[in-house]
């Protein structure tokens, strides 16, 4: 088999132990409702509409085990200090994303990918996936003896190290969980699966910014030749997880990111250009204001403010559409607030203090996003809510 039928037929054995794994552990919360039906209500809640969920789908319980679900917060994670589904999880879903976009992966690449699924399948307690992956990763290794030969082969290999056992005497510590502060809300998981969300009236909402942790995936040499397809695919996967996890996400921040998925954390600027051309080529939407969004995502539905830092983002890597959904956020709590007090509570949202040009123009073209959106008016010197159902 070539490298990315190997990576298939493993990413398929982890999806055959996945799946039963995310309804066992989901089952407390959900009683007998299908699990991706969480997924549903975070993507609706996101302004994503119109999906099939397939519970089958190795992408969807890829995003169960890796990202927060809600009120539910990191389940997959309760007791495990190493975080080892989402962290390996996190790999995979980069892996994915290449193989559906063709990029060109070696044998090795593929040993990396089955040593990877190995450690989650023996995480969950799955035998017979780590049996079957065992037969992979036997098939893999001969791949590799025939092209470089055993020693060659020990020099290269890299395997996987996986986190420290949790069991035996050690006392199981849980994940560390944010405690929400009155202005920070998770959607209601357990609630919206009982309810159809679009049809209740909605309002902009304060979130933690959940920031993507990169995954080393490629070779700075990568991005000097996009002209071979390969590369040019792998980019594209890692642009579209990445937009996934941050989008909105300005221009500047995702071409940084995708550099250093591929093993550049200083990229040339020739290196930053090839890879900003790639945005356009991926499934993703860029804005006018130069942030970038899902694909298929309504951003007129999308009403989060993900609470920040400066040292996270500046304020001008946070969207106007954002902004706007924290201006509305702040009004929503205090009625109606004077102008220039409005705008000291959002960069106060966003953990600045002082204002300087830059983010003067900023706020001011959240303003009037936040007002051709209908969700706040100006009332003589007064900026209030004017919030409409979503």
């Known amino acids: 088999m070539t490298p990315d039928l190997y990576v298939h037929q493993s990413l398929k054995i982890l999806g055959q132990g996945l799946e039963p ?36 789908d190795v992408a969807l319980q890829l995003r169960m ?23 390996y999880g996190g790999v995979l879903r980069l892996v994915r994303n290449q193989v559906a976009h063709h990029a060109e992966l070696s044998v090795l690449d593929a040993l990396r990918a089955v040593d ?10 799955d035998g017979a996936g780590v049996s079957q992956i065992m037969d992979l990763r036997h098939q893999v290794i001969n791949e590799l003896v025939k092209d470089h030969g055993p020693d ?15 069991t035996g005497t050690e006392e199981p510590t849980p994940a560390p969980e944010r405690i929400p502060t009155e202005e920070d809300e998770e ?15 909605r309002g902009a909402r ?24 390969a590369h040019r695919e792998s980019v594209r996967g890692v642009i579209e997880t990445v937009v996934d996890a941050e989008g909105p996400i300005h221009r500047d921040r995702l071409v940084s990111l995708v550099c250093q998925a591929h093993g550049a954390k200083r990229a040339t600027a020739a290196k930053r250009k090839k890879v900003e051309h790639q945005i356009g080529n991926a499934e993703v939407q860029v804005d006018a204001d130069g942030f970038v969004w899902p694909q298929g995502l309504d951003v007129d539905r999308w009403l989060l403010a993900r609470r920040s830092t400066p040292a996270q983002r500046r304020i001008d890597e946070v969207s106007p559409v954002e902004l706007a959904n924290a201006l ?18 959002v960069l106060k949202f966003f953990g600045r203090v002082k204002t300087n040009k830059s983010t003067d123009a900023q706020l001011g073209r959240s303003l009037l996003v936040a007002q051709q959106r209908g969700r706040v008016a100006l009332e003589g010197e007064q900026l209030v809510s004017a919030a409409v159902p979503a």
């Open 21 to 56: 794994h995310i309804r066992a552990v989901l089952k407390a919360h959900l009683g007998n409702l299908e699990w991706t039906e969480v997924l549903r209500v975070l993507d609706e809640d996101r302004g994503k509409h119109g999906y099939t969920y397939d519970p089958q």
């Open 65 to 87: 085990v890796t990202e927060r679900l809600g009120n539910l917060g990191f389940p997959f994670s309760a007791t495990d200090k190493h975080r080892t589904l989402g962290t």
């Open 116 to 125: 990877t699924v190995r450690i989650v399948l023996d995480f969950i307690g």
């Open 152 to 166: 060659e082969l020990e020099a290269q290999q890299e395997e996987p190290v996986p986190p420290e056992s949790t």
């Open 187 to 201: 959607v209601d998981v357990r609630g919206g699966v009982q309810e159809t969300v679009t049809d209740r009236p």
């Open 206 to 229: 304060s979130l933690k910014w959940e920031p993507w942790e990169v995954e080393v995936v490629g070779e700075p040499e990568m991005l000097e030749s996009l002209k071979k397809l």
């Open 328 to 345: 509305e956020v702040v009004l929503s709590r205090h009625g109606s607030l004077p102008m220039d007090e409005a705008k000291q509570a």
